[in-house]
């Protein structure tokens, strides 16, 4: 049974940041995908950033590039996503994903688990 631990998340205002975090198995982690996706209100669920987690391959989508970061730590099977400058545009659920195993749709489309989500809220 694989499981997804989110934390962080809240309220800050525009230009601020905020740290997400998202924990997983040992086994799901290794050589697989990691990665976060948003939905925001009366919208479509969107890809944010995806690491692979042997190569530490990266994706993100036009609207966060130069503005988030994704990172891993490996030792603890943890993904984050750092949130920098962030605008009201941003306001949304954030889930972790993860998978599948596949470096070049790695963020891009899904994921084949979920986590339960986080809101984070951007405005003054």
């Known amino acids: 049974h694989v499981q997804l631990v989110e934390s962080g998340g809240g309220s800050v205002q525009p230009g601020g940041s905020l740290k997400l975090s998202c924990r997983t198995g040992?086994?799901?982690?290794?050589?697989?995908?990691m990665s976060w996706f948003r939905r925001a209100p009366g919208k479509e669920r969107e890809p944010v950033a995806g690491?692979?987690?042997?190569?530490?391959?990266?994706y993100y989508a036009d609207s966060v590039k130069g503005r988030f970061t994704i990172s891993l730590d490996n030792a603890k099977n943890t993904v984050y996503l750092q949130m920098n400058s962030l605008e009201s545009d941003d306001t949304a659920i954030y889930y972790c994903?993860?998978?599948?195993?596949?470096?070049?749709?790695?963020?891009?489309?899904?994921?084949?688990?979920w986590g339960q989500g986080t809101q984070v809220t951007v405005s003054s």
């Open positions: 994903g993860l998978g599948p195993r596949n470096r070049q749709a790695c963020g891009k489309y899904t994921a084949n688990y």
């Open positions: 690491i692979y987690t042997d190569d530490g391959r990266t």
């Open positions: 040992g086994m799901a982690f290794s050589e697989n995908c």
